[in-house]
């Protein structure tokens, strides 16, 4: 069975600062991995999705890899912004795309 | 462009009612996705629908069961209600068979339970 973990479970830095947000899981034989952002009470906004065969992934600031082998991924966030505060999530998707979530990095940016 | 539509936004219950959530995917997605999502805790995978068929199931109480329509709308009825059933429902949509192919969420029904 597919289990997910997330470290740090929460991280608060000052403005400006670049952070990694770290996914592991289990088992290494999945489809995607997607990385999600979720304000309280709000659902979840999609920030990248990263095929099994790819390494990376950038949009903006944001910037994923992933190592299927060593079962990791890691979201990058650059030149951090208050409005960056939120809880970000990993989901691991297998081959029958059944989504797996982590429990989540709460994010607090100072300013 | 259009997204995930969940109704209603906020729904407030007494103990052993029954309540209806209601999800609409995207244009053109033809898999949704059910969630449950406690205070402070990740989203919980409840059942899911491909093509009007149920396609994999969660942690889903028996009090609960939900349904694909013909218009690929979802409605997940939850009977017997229980004080523990408060929580964050999501409904998320896919298409299935893109290898890059986004999930994506709604907005969600909270659902508390007095």
């Known amino acids: 069975k597919q289990e997910v973990t997330q470290i740090p479970a929460a991280l608060s830095v000052p403005e400006g600062e670049n952070l990694v947000l770290n996914c592991s899981f289990t088992?290494?034989?999945?489809?995607?991995l997607q990385w999600f952002r979720q304000d309280p009470g709000k659902g979840l906004t999609s920030l990248l999705l990263?095929?099994?065969?790819?390494r990376e992934q950038t949009s903006g600031r944001l910037n994923a890899s992933l190592d299927k082998s060593s079962g990791r991924s890691t979201l990058y966030i650059a030149a951090s912004q208050p409005g960056d505060s939120a809880t970000y999530l990993c989901?691991?998707?297998?081959?029958?795309?059944?989504?797996?979530f982590g429990p989540g990095t709460r994010l607090s940016v100072l300013p | 462009a259009a997204g995930v539509i969940q109704s209603p936004r906020h729904l407030i219950k007494e103990k052993r009612e029954t309540a209806t959530l209601k999800c609409y995917p995207i244009p053109r997605h033809d898999t949704v996705y059910w969630y449950q999502q406690g205070p402070g805790q990740d989203p919980q995978f409840l059942i899911s629908f491909y093509e009007k068929m149920q396609s994999d199931k969660g942690s889903i109480p028996d009090r609960f069961s939900a349904q694909q329509f013909s218009d690929y709308h979802s409605e997940l009825n939850m009977s017997s209600l229980e004080l523990g059933d408060s929580a964050l429902y999501f409904c998320?949509?896919?298409?299935?068979?893109?290898?890059?192919?986004?999930?994506?969420f709604g907005s969600g029904t909270q659902l508390s339970v007095l």
């Open positions: 088992d290494s034989a999945i489809y995607n």
């Open positions: 998320a949509s896919i298409k299935k068979g893109g290898s890059n192919e986004k999930l994506f």
């Open positions: 990263i095929q099994s065969s790819q």
């Open positions: 989901a691991v998707i297998d081959y029958g795309q059944n989504f797996v």
